[in-house]
């Protein structure tokens, strides 16, 4: 798994994939990464000033399976 923060952008990406594929808006500065037809990763664009509104959590607009995405490591 990477997980990569980039603070001057406030962007967060969490991924687990190894193989060439292609990032697909889900609206709200949000993105999945798709690879072989699975998803692999999120990125989040905005996620500080998401949990400086007093929340302690980011929902995602779709479900993901970390058995799934330990799959996409190998």
Request: net charge positive; glycine share 10%; aromatic share 10%.
């Amino acid at each position: 798994m990477k997980i990569w923060y980039d603070e001057e952008g406030d962007y967060l990406e969490i991924g687990f994939g190894k193989k060439k594929g292609y990032m697909k808006d889900i609206g709200n500065d949000m993105w999945k990464r798709i690879e072989e037809g699975k998803v692999t990763g999120i990125s989040i664009l905005n996620f500080k000033k998401r949990l400086k509104k007093g929340k302690s959590e980011v929902k995602l607009p779709l479900e993901v399976s970390f058995k799934e995405l330990a799959k996409a490591e190998k």
